[in-house]
């Protein structure tokens, strides 16, 4: 089976590690392509990041899923553009923060997030609301650096991830930790042993999850939200990007 | 004042019914400022026109503020790209989808939003649910015709819209009615006379609303999730976009 | 337009500190009538004193309707009466509790309350679960003071606000500050200045949203919990105060 | 042990028969004060009517607690007062409406709410929120007549409870019914074997509670929003009703 | 009337405390008949030991409801088995845990839980959650000792219960506190002493609220969770437990 | 890698089908285990049969555990003992009820389940609300019949789990179906087909679910309520269930 992995952002070494890291998760016969968009921020780091790295990532996964993809996954942990890609997308699209929570929630009572700035806060506040998981959440701690300090051995910041999942541990009783960046993908194992907790990256969690769907020959729903955009024209630079009709209710072969 | 009302979508007449409508209720002294992006969707239906339409509504957003604009209004009911515009934007921003809410809010226990297609139901509850506001929400209902059919006359949309307004009455028990597309802001008159309701237009009451938080000297929050983005590279065609640094805490001259 | 701002309590420096404010804020052709009830205590501090604030309040808003007023606003933090006077009056009733929060809600992610008293905590968080925005308050706080100290410039009741803003800020992630007290309508410039927050005063965000609902044509539903009183008898010494009937579904013209 | 019970309105026969329903239900040694306001409306329906019912029935709860009541009962299904009922009291104080829904959730999943106007669905529903149990409530139910109705047997307002109890039986998988109306004290009885599902009163479960309350020693508690009152001045008509001060933490031989 | 208090672990000196608390408070008709299962653990401390206390509880149950019990109440915190009893059972199930949150939720807004161990911290949440009375609690603490350490006078065990009840007054704003353990049954009223604080103990609360539903005539409602289980084979040693048909919807002679 | 698939009721035929639905989904590498207790129920239709199928399950998990799974998938729909289940196991433990929500949350906005009697609604719901995901579930409907009619080909069971599919596209805007029996885990594919919507069985996405928690080196928190269960004494004919001691915080080796 072939998985799409996208890193939103236009950083190589970014997508480099996600992508080793979902080789390194992935079964035998599982084939792993990593992509990044041609356009769009080195990093996303709040919302207005976030709006500029859908379009591009948009085009990746039509490209992919015409080239065959069975499944997506959106490599960030802010899940950017989830809604989009599964309104285009007929195969499954998981977003790595979606991933993670869920995965945290097959092993655990409550869970702690550690992301990088605390902007990044809202957002996944947000979307722990939306899907419903904010209940299982303990807290949202961000340990205070950039992004791309992650990918500098130099810049302390793994050592404030460790910090913040120590606090987590005492103060906010979080039984299990997930990782809230797709940079931090490298750290789950050596932060699990050295802290005595469950410590989940949304990356391996997704490419997992996506192969579980891709067998169970689940779909992106097609009959709400997630409906094929309706054909129609896009003005000036984005014309290319127009949505074909995909509206037909069940694929030939039905859903399964 | 001068108030920026930016129509997402890039078709002009509903551009036109947005500005008049604005301009009808705008105060004395308040300058109406209509745009549409130069790039993205005819009309906004679902979640991938949406990501489409933000590029380009952020650019005539920073050009407006650049040119005096002391509020923005997202004249789009899914109040699209929001929370970006809010990042982007030092002044404040309001959504029509929000601001009819929390107009319904002050006059209503209840109210049921009617919209156009069933597809944009999904978005428009997580945006309530992330709002809180999703408990004053009775029920959120949908025609069943496209957002360009209310430019046309013969399209019966109207009357779609009206026997809606009757259910929520009689089924949901709304207590006031929520227009869910701006190409219903010319109907709120005539569709409250007829159904002995308050029907709440949100591009009117996004320009209210504007105009208070412009007299009271509120702007959108630098402290959270809305601080201004970090200055770093975009990458390709969205070079252009790329955020200097707007960093600071506090502007000067304080935040009134 | 005429905007009645009725102060509960029966203080006069207070209601002339809230008509103040409400003049400062208002729009050009806007007149202010302030006034308190009759009858009734100097303060409002906790859920006894909001009883018997309430008949004197209504009687002021029956005859400032009667009188020409086109919006009612209760400047009392804890929204005393709100339902009773929306279910009297026809035109609209805005508490300046709740136009805080729908005002913080509209440049911020999440916003604190300071009060005076510990003991007003419970109803303010009562009314924030009602309009359904407490999931937006990241905490409310109390400076431990009684609401006649910020009458009194020694009684360090200013710094008490401004330190637990501080604590905002630094503990709860707060973006914005809500003043809950009308007794602190003097006060949110100097706080936002000094502390470099948005601050949200009830009064003026309440008297521009009360402009906005009349040049919105809305008015309170008459169809729900805010149906006019069913005329009836009313005993002993409140017999004055009995509703004749108001209980037409449509006023003449229609809603808007 | 003495308990009061206090009807807000001023109809004597209603009076009558919510006393005759607390003494057939009280214990052998409890005896049954029945009162009502000297002052205010004779049926509650509505927020307008509720604001009246209060003082009055603040001053025979007073004048009770003074003559040696140990427990209070709020005989109104909106629990009319409530909140300022416990801040002057030190013993409990019960409102029949939350008793109704303790009772119902001690026995059943899922309750069902019958109440007597479609205008008291809102109050009944606020007050749900408030204590927590909304999720326990299936639906609520208005059965479209005034109150007083519930004193004329020809006016057919049981057969009206009796068909919404069968509707929330088969649509609403209501488990328990509870009656939403002091007036329909003497209907539980019959009802539930008419219907074949429990049905609860909240005045005979609001005495019982008392009588439970008072044998644990357990009084409201005085370290929060039920505070007594500080003492203030009243103006006008109200000045019999300003509060001493009762502001001690614990009272004299401890809370039990 | 006979109550039957069972203590579903199989520590007699436990079942002897409950049983003290549970005829201390009873009515002086109530006969209490306390028991414990013949097998299963001697304390119950997470969600293992609850699932082997369940069985022999349930036969205890359907025993003394031949044998004439008109009520049962389960003496664990956890309210162990309680779904499962409602479900044999015929008259009123109480659980102790249960009964103190709705004891506590009438004479305060928000009550903190002190329990044992930090292990029963989740399920004691779970069924707030359940209940819909999570929003009343301020807290759930652990003094962080085992449920036999309240029988062993020198354990400190009281001491550490103690001081949790002054951080739960001055950090979570409690305003009456719940004993979170059937072993503190003996407690309550010394602590309220000392604190100045209400605290509610289960077991007294569990018995009075049987009393009160005894005499209200409420019984388990049969129509939803609760109907009677099928008749079925049960395997192997738990033959002796499967059920008999109890399906009828009215019991002879009606709910009441 | 070997997973133990346990059908916690006593039906032989039942247990083979969902071995059969296990082996189907299986990865090459996965060795299932399909086990049923040796005491308890022949279905579990209910709290109090779910009772009684937990002992035996739970034996039949740690023997398991000792014989090499590495991880345990309950399958019962109503996640029948989960959490005792996680307390004594080390490795991953899932209810097939829980994975399907959580599959179908990945594919869909909102989804509804349809299960067999109407008893089993209640225990569905309080699970959903535990984990969350009750907002992302549309509703719960009941085909009417027992479980074991789908061991019957000609109960037109089958039919009337068709019928309520159709119901909940059209009434509740259901964008997936979650079947909520493990006797219907070979009709997810020929519903799906028919209905032309997404048809999640959880026997299927659990096995899936729980090799991807393997693979991710994912076992249950041992930091909370899923802690160890401390070595105790069980009385009479359940002394052989006793824990022993398991409660050292980090397993050699360390989490992952």
Same sequence: chains 1, 2, 3, 4, 5, 6.
């Avoid at 490209?63 to 065959?68: C, I, L, N």
């Avoid at 959106?74 to 809604?83: E, Q, R, V």
């Amino acid at each position: 089976m072939k998985i799409h992995v996208v890193n939103p952002n236009t950083t190589l070494s970014m997508t480099e590690k996600i992508a080793a890291a979902a080789r390194a998760i992935a079964g035998p016969g599982t084939e792993i392509v990593a992509r990044q968009p041609a356009m769009g921020p080195v990093s996303i780091e709040g919302y207005y990041d976030e709006a500029f790295a859908v379009p591009g990532m948009l085009a990746a996964i039509r490209e992919e899923e015409e080239a065959g993809a069975e499944a997506h996954v959106i490599a960030c942990f802010d899940d950017t553009g989830l809604d989009a890609a599964r309104a285009i997308a007929r195969c499954p699209v998981i977003g790595i923060g979606e991933a993670a929570y869920h995965a945290a929630s097959l092993i655990a009572g409550k869970f702690a997030v550690v992301t990088t700035l605390a902007r990044s806060i809202p957002p996944i506040e947000h979307n722990l609301v939306r899907y419903g998981l904010i209940s299982r959440c303990a807290r949202i701690r961000a340990g205070g650096f950039e992004v791309l300090a992650l990918e500098d051995p130099g810049s302390g910041a793994v050592e404030k991830v460790s910090a913040e999942i120590e606090l987590a541990k005492r103060e906010d009783r979080a039984e299990a930790i997930v990782l809230g960046c797709a940079g931090m993908a490298d750290l789950a194992a050596r932060l699990s042993a050295a802290h005595g907790i469950p410590v989940v990256d949304g990356v391996a969690a997704a490419v997992t999850f996506a192969e579980a769907l891709i067998r169970l020959g689940l779909k992106t729903s097609k009959l709400g939200g997630y409906a094929a955009p309706l054909p129609k024209i896009y003005a000036g630079s984005f014309a290319g990007f127009a949505p074909e009709s995909h509206a037909e209710a069940t694929p030939p072969g039905g859903w399964k």
